[in-house]
């Protein structure tokens, strides 16, 4: 048995987005349940997010209490994201975005500075792909640098080739090409309409997104190792490809299992239970829409949505998040739609995705194609109905209707109509189509299921990486004096 002395001990940064938050937490478990040592680091705005939702809690509450009664070690800190709690982040998108870029490295190098010498010394740096600063903070002190990819690897792998992009006028022209991009390495075709939305606008080299994109993804190629939130025989080519440069591994989907599930706090809103209301539909009758935890929707969108669903007939529920529109625009459904509604809809701010989409009566997904979503509906055998709004979502669209054919698409980067969503619903909920898309996402479940058993290609790889992570520890330990003055580690 290791001592703590020998243990591995991981400090795991997040980006501060819940759809970053909650892969993130998995991961921990998963790496504790292996016998890692976690240091989890939430900011403080989304630690007082959480706790504020959940009831009876207090800003004081670890997330991980109920993990941590099972016998896993995961400690819990949080720290300053350069922002005051009040600070309204999605309002101010860009400042913030800017607070991310510059004021948050020194909080993570003060917070690091701290806990170098913890028992026992951290050794792993395990970071959202989207910092910046992981490699500097790693050579500081002499820790493992782990990058953690949330999103599909099709996605990295754009991003990675983002010097051939602009090479070949694809991105950062004034003029884009809109021809195939046939020459990114490990992707066979993708239309410059299924690049990620950051990728589609012409001359915006100085925004702040781009500016993250272009320094997180160069730094990202220093990295010892990149673990990622997907599946081998999903994206076989685009992983095999990306291997002949660095070492990656897909260990997905991460999930909670047993007694985690619902017990390690990642909701950034209370959640309202749907469950009684479910069970009184018919079989595969319901459709959930949720345009996930940060893209936002216009008023018309949000509108013609409201209306195809009233023309639809069909039963649903909607997590209408509070910030939908905008922080500052609250009232935004049309008049009299809850009435209209009443018995066949529920509308709720927020809801466990998982314990709706898992339940029998559910038959199609209304979804924002955010890359959790999509794990969570093909794990659930329940066909998307696409509207992606931003960022990955547009390529993760692709993946699900052009590839792998369990979804529909709502409408590609049109305005969309309330009676082009009234059809595509009652496509998606009953019919042949319908019958068909059920048919490939139970196909993908297995897939899915497979990759996680004992010797599954995720859990092969999983284990893999926790060989090759050691290995790395030791010969890091054993040849290198730390960098800020502090003690020399000998071999063990």
Same mark, same amino acid.
């Given at each position: 048995m290791e001592n703590n002395h020998q243990k591995p001990h991981a400090i795991l940064f997040p980006y501060p987005l819940q759809g970053h938050v909650i892969p993130f937490v998995h991961l921990a478990i998963k790496l504790a349940s292996k016998g890692f040592i976690i240091t989890f680091v939430n900011t403080q705005s989304v630690h007082h997010h959480i706790t504020k939702s959940q009831p009876n809690s207090t800003k004081e509450d670890d997330i991980f209490t109920g993990a941590r009664k099972s016998g896993l070690d995961i400690r819990y800190?949080?720290?300053? &994201?350069? !922002?005051?709690? =009040?600070?309204?982040?999605?309002?101010?998108? &860009?400042? !913030?975005?800017? =607070?991310?870029?510059h004021v948050f490295p020194p909080h993570v190098d003060e917070l690091l500075a701290k806990m170098v010498h913890s028992d026992p010394p951290i050794t792993c740096l395990i970071s959202d792909t989207f910092f910046v600063w992981s490699s500097m903070i790693a050579n500081k002190y002499n820790l493992v640098n782990i990058s953690f990819w949330?999103?599909?690897?099709?996605?990295?792998?754009?991003?990675?080739?983002?010097d051939l992009l602009i090479k070949n006028s694809h991105f950062a022209s004034r003029d884009n090409r809109e021809d195939t991009i046939d020459y990114i390495p490990g992707v066979r075709a993708i239309e410059p309409k299924d690049l990620m939305s950051y990728l589609q606008a012409t001359d915006n080299l100085s925004t702040v997104v781009y500016r993250i994109i272009s320094k997180a993804f160069e730094d990202v190629k220093r990295a010892d190792f990149i673990v990622c939130n997907t599946v081998q025989e999903l994206e076989s080519e685009t992983i095999l490809a990306l291997q002949e440069k660095q070492p990656i591994y897909a260990i997905g989907p991460l999930f909670p299992v047993g007694f985690t599930n619902n017990t390690v706090p990642t909701s950034m809103w209370s959640e309202s239970d749907c469950t009684q209301w479910l069970s009184t539909k018919p079989h595969g009758s319901v459709l959930y829409v949720s345009f996930g935890s940060y893209a936002h929707v216009s008023k018309q969108g949000i509108a013609e949505i409201a209306y195809g669903l009233l023309v639809s007939g069909v039963s649903f529920i909607w997590a209408v998040r509070p910030d939908i529109v905008s922080s500052d625009e609250t009232d935004f459904l049309p008049v009299g739609f809850e009435d209209e509604t009443k018995g066949r809809g529920l509308i709720v701010p927020w809801c466990h995705q998982m314990d709706v989409i898992s339940h029998p009566t559910v038959g199609g997904f209304l979804t924002h194609c955010g890359w959790n979503s999509i794990l969570e509906s093909i794990w659930c055998s329940v066909p998307m109905l696409c509207f992606p709004l931003l960022t990955d979502q547009f390529t993760n669209r692709k993946l699900v209707v052009d590839d792998w054919r369990i979804g529909l698409n709502l409408c590609d980067m049109r305005s969309i109509t309330r009676e082009e969503v009234a059809r595509k619903i009652n496509r998606l909920i009953s019919g042949k189509l319908a019958d068909e898309l059920r048919t490939n996402i139970g196909e993908l479940k297995k897939v899915l299921v497979n990759s996680l058993t004992t010797h599954g290609s995720s859990e092969n790889n999983f284990n893999q990486f926790i060989n090759d992570v050691k290995i790395k520890i030791r010969k890091k330990l054993g040849t290198v004096t730390l960098k800020h003055n502090g003690p020399s580690f000998n071999n063990a």
């Open positions: 800190t949080t720290i300053s &994201d350069g !922002f005051p709690l =009040g600070f309204d982040r999605s309002l101010n998108h &860009d400042q !913030f975005w800017e =607070g991310v870029l949330t999103e599909p690897v099709l996605v990295l792998t754009l991003y990675y080739h983002l």
